[in-house]
């Protein structure tokens, strides 16, 4: 099978996954690719995999990965493998149409059991060539997200298996927390707020840090973040900010709607219907729970979202597997320390002229979905050491720190420019070194990379000895008695 007949088939395969990716009772196709493939087509099995995971069948792609673990020679590529096996397992359970209310709790359980074995296998995957920073921050997150799931169903259960104890209005009076009436599940659904805001943030991050991802994988961050905040936003208008508690609502539903806005403009994703659905089944909780405290209604509202939320099937993105826009830069500082691991000598008095110099790298496609326009380069420094003697000889206006931004425009591939720093403060400090950019578009992008450097600081008027009063010198004979020299002479 030549080069032209594996896209041909890949096409084909792909209507195949699409049509069963949209029907009620899915069919089982590994079975076929593998008949139709036979053994000397093992790319092209992986590549109808790779599709199969980014068109969100997972079943599929399961399989056929885990055909593949036995076939390739490198043990690199057997975790790598392995790691994607586990990963469409985990997302497997989640597209099951059996998939009920009752046995959440268990399939979250399996499912972040399968993405932990995969983050290890995926570690193991890891080369000095190939880092796979994206991969493993991509699967952590969403195995603490699997988690995070879990925490909300366990602590929305307890509000009818664990019912608040008696002496629960005293510790709420106590405290001064009506939330606190409802037991131990208030606790809970604050974790589980605050965990979910993190997460939302994390996705963020991750983003920022994405220069090179395509169009779609960025979406596919976004509509993450937005289950995140979602979920969050939730948890804060039926629990947290229940009015019958005296609560005051932190959530932000701008923050959700900002990111609808965004992923729907771009596509009209079954997990953007899903979002909508679930942000009308609150407001219907709402009204029918309007005036009551927190209840099985709530509860329910909660585990419908979570179903909701699961059941769609996500895809992994394409920047999971390869890329197509690959851009690097590479920094250089001086001055360098004389040896590996010394500080930069610099006296208190005097400032250090800090020059950073940087070239961008590309790959055999630059500048496909962007390009960058300004280089922002941030240097900090704070004491890590401060000298035994310093505090008594210097001045408290004299700073400790160091903070200075200045964007730079690259002009073929090459950046240069200076800091000047003071070192007010006898003792060793370390120099930070971040480097961010910014596309044609103005979005700022923080892809590194960083650097850092010891500067040890000396005063020469920490070492000096004070001076101590000599004794007087002997007289001379001139000043001696006429008495004294007659003795002496006749001696």
Known sequence: MDETQQKLFISVAALLLLSQNSSDKPKKLSEFFL?????????????????????????????????????????????????????????????????????????????????????????????????????????????????????????????????????????????????????????????????????????????????????????????????????????DVLILSNPMYGGKSTGNLQDVLDLQSQTSAKSSSRVMQACLKVLQNTQEALQRAEGQSVSHLHSDCLFQACHTLLHVPIGYPRYFFHSLQSTAIKLAVSPTPRGVGEPIMVHVNTRLALKVEGVIQHGQKPGLFRKIKQVTLHVTSSITQRHSKSSEHSKQTEPSSNDLRQNVEPHNDFFSTQFLLQFGIAGTHQVNVETTVIDEEGTIWKTGPKLSLNIKAYDDTLYQRPQTSQPPPPPSSQAMPAAQRSLSTNR
């Open 35 to 235: 008949d139709k493939l036979g053994q000397s087509q093992d790319w092209t099995v992986f590549r109808v995999a790779r599709q199969a995971a980014r068109l969100g069948c997972h079943c599929v792609a399961a399989d056929l990965f885990g055909n593949l673990t036995t076939k390739v020679a490198s043990e690199h590529y057997y975790f790598w493998l392995s790691s994607l096996n586990e990963f469409c397992k985990a997302e497997q359970l989640f597209t099951e149409p059996s998939l009920k209310l009752f046995n959440l709790t268990q399939s979250l359980a399996e499912a972040t059991q399968h993405y932990e074995k995969g983050i290890v296998a995926l570690k193991a995957a890891t080369t000095p060539t190939h880092q796979l920073q994206f991969q493993c921050e991509y699967t952590r997150l969403r195995c603490d997200m699997l988690h995070a799931f879990k925490l909300l169903i366990t602590a929305s259960a307890s509000i009818r298996t664990c019912p608040p104890p008696a002496i629960a209005p005293a510790v709420a009076m106590s405290t001064g927390v009506d939330l606190q009436k409802c037991g131990r599940m208030a606790l809970q659904m604050q974790n589980c707020h605050g965990k979910l805001r993190q997460l939302g943030s994390a996705y963020s991050a991750l983003q920022q840090a994405s220069f090179d991802a395509d169009p779609k994988t960025l979406e596919n961050l976004t509509v993450l973040q937005e289950i995140c905040l979602l979920l969050a936003y939730i948890i």
